[in-house]
């Protein structure tokens, strides 16, 4: 069925159609949405039987979902930014003890300074935490990837978190087709967990391990990420078929067959990108863009096969590790070995920071004329940034950095030193 809805609504009823036992969730900002649906349909009686409860904390949200997907009950929590790094002890336990909880982290900038606009800061700081991290290019994408990540989460025993853009996404009114719940039924079996606390037969879940095998459950971790990357494109192949429409998967290349330069992004910026590669084209450029839709675990192969006949590889990318550079670009350039292109980072969308088409084509066009640096910073402003280097060099109480920034672009009336 067509609806026009926000981004949050379709993901709330997408996890309703897939029968969720227990949700817990804090709120906070730009998730809260998705939640409060939620939590009006188990209120009003048409999501059961379900069990909202409510929590005083993030960390409270992740601990509970421990608890009732410990004892058998499908979970779904969502999150975002801080609050993620809130549940961060949690979240390690969660995927440590091999429980199959979905959340939605609707991905939104890390602070201090305080930021609630979208970047990929906070799902990229959870990146070896043991979680599956898939992620949305569009609402429609995003509500096809909860159904998935169900099955998934509920085969291999593994949580799995499905992210999407903050406000770009979450709030964002689209037409979507929302599946029935008959069909939603069919994919998706009822829960039937690997392990369970029954008084029954007591057994013990999260116990103390020593030396002698804490290694051998972490690699079985990692063992568990590398069978996703089979089940990943299987699950999405099964829901295409029952669907008709393809969402999900490792990767997804458009036009990228006579591509000579190749740009990697994830997320919603893609759209843009696209609109970009086509521009390009009718000037005669051979370029095409690759959508990542699993960050975890990370499709070497399936880039590297993407990447086979290019000459250059741009990585568009809303995160970065502080000190070393690209994160999503560290990853890339490990699919690379042995093929001889040229590797860019380019950092952008910070804070929410607009990316637009002309900046993304002056970057591109930059790539291609080989004048790119190897890690560059999309529209940063540099005249500020020397700024505060030279008031820092010169004065040793050279105040808070972001409240000087602020003051050099006019957003706040103070002195400036």
Known sequence: MLKQVEGSAAVAEAVALARPEVICAYPISPQTHIVEGLGERVKDGSLTPCEF???ESEFAAMSVAIGSSAAGARTYTATASQGLLFMAEAVYNASGLGLPIVMT??????????NIWNDHSDSMSQRDCGWLQLFAETNQEALDLHIQAFRLAEELSMPVMVCMDGFILTHAYERVDMPSQADVDAFLPPYEPRQVLDVNEPVSIGAMVGPEA??????????????????????????????????GGLVRGYRCEDAETVVIALGSVLGTIKDVVDEMRATGEKIGVLGIQSFRPFPLGAVRNALQNAKR????????????GGVVATDVRMSLTGLH?????????????????ASLMRTFSEAI???????????????????????????????????????????????VA
């Open 105 to 114: 982290v609707a991905n939104r900038a890390i602070g201090a300074p305080i």
């Open 341 to 357: 292109l040229h590797s860019y980072c380019v950092v952008a969308g910070l804070g929410g920071r607009a990316i637009t088409k």
């Open 214 to 247: 804490f290694m051998e459950v972490r690699y079985l971790a990692h063992a568990k990420q590398t069978m996703a990357l089979e089940r990943i494109p299987q699950i999405a192949a099964e829901f295409k078929a029952r669907f008709g429409r393809d969402s």
């Open 53 to 55: 409860i409510n929590v």
């Open 369 to 415: 004329e080989g004048s790119l640096p190897l890690l560059s910073f999309m529209d940063l402003d540099w005249r500020i940034v020397n700024r505060q280097l030279e008031r820092e060099a010169t004065i040793r109480r050279s105040g808070p950095i972001a409240e000087n920034l602020l003051r050099d672009v006019g957003a706040v009336a103070s002195k």
């Open 313 to 324: 590889v741009v990585v568009v990318e809303k995160s970065f590790s502080v000190g070393m």
